[in-house]
T-cell receptor, first 116, second 113 residues
Framework: GAGVSQSPSNKVTEKGKDVELRCDPI?????LYWYRQSLGQGLEFLIY????????KSGLPSDRFSAERTGGSVSTLTIQRTQQEDSAVYLC??????????????FGPGTRLLVL | QQQVKQSPQSLIVQKGGISIINCAYE??????FPWYQQFPGKGPALLIA?????SEKKEGRFTISFNKSAKQFSLHIMDSQPGDSATYFC????????????FGRGTQLTVWP
């Protein structure tokens, strides 16, 4: 079946512009996560959705970052007034349920963002 | 503050050898420890995971060893192959954080023929 998909796969933008990154989770997965991967820094948690609500936004680095999820499916991560330090790979993951925390998080291929 | 510390940063192993990657954590509330494998240009994929009620879990050539008292866990790759060359991440999570994963910084493994 289809895995987690993300678009665009690559995005080059100018400093100060806004960008939107999209995530399509695996159908039926209720949990959705955004992570950021910078060179040599591992994966940094950004935000978690359960359905359409976001009980944990603690990883968003500033108020320039926001995310929403609609219909319990597609999620969009928006970065306003982009800065060069926002350049990274943004990864989305989905998981079937939190009833069993052993459920795997399935990652998409990521969006590579470069801010010039 | 890095909640999961991973070493080494890079590892070079000869084909057929054993690759060992180590992780340590401080938070005793962690109760789920997965390892992810990532190839260039791809997202991470779950390799193997363990809970602290067991000390070892083996799947094929991959084994996790877990030492609860030392708050350490490690990944062992037996008979390492060139196709195992990838970046490996250890992670941890706890129920109260709703499944959020805390990742180590990764180990870039190169297996040469």
């Amino acid at each position: 079946g289809a895995g987690v998909s993300q678009s665009p796969s690559n995005k080059v933008t100018e400093k100060g512009k806004d960008v939107e990154l999209r995530c399509d989770p695996i159908s039926g997965h209720t949990a959705l996560y955004w992570y950021r991967q910078s060179l040599g820094q591992g994966l940094e948690f950004l935000i978690y959705f359960q359905g359409n609500s976001a009980p944990d936004k603690s990883g968003l680095p500033s108020d320039r970052f926001s995310a929403e999820r609609t219909g319990g499916s597609v999620s969009t991560l928006t970065i306003q007034r982009t800065q060069q330090e926002d350049s990274a790979v943004y990864l989305c993951a989905s998981s079937p349920s939190l009833v069993d925390r052993g459920k795997t998080q399935y990652f998409g291929p990521g969006t590579r963002l470069l801010v010039l | 503050q890095q909640q999961v510390k991973q070493s080494p940063q890079s590892l070079i192993v000869q084909k057929g050898g054993i690759s060992i990657i180590n992780c340590a954590y401080e938070n005793t509330a962690f109760d789920y420890f997965p390892w992810y494998q990532q190839f260039p240009g791809k997202g991470p994929a779950l390799l193997i995971a363990i809970r602290p009620d067991v000390s070892e879990k083996k799947e094929g050539r991959f084994t996790i060893s877990f030492n609860k008292s030392a708050k350490q866990f490690s990944l062992h790759i037996m008979d390492s192959q060139p196709g195992d060359s990838a970046t490996y991440f250890c992670a941890a999570s706890r129920g109260s954080t709703l499944g959020r994963l805390y990742f180590g910084r990764g180990t870039q493994l190169t297996v040469w023929p």
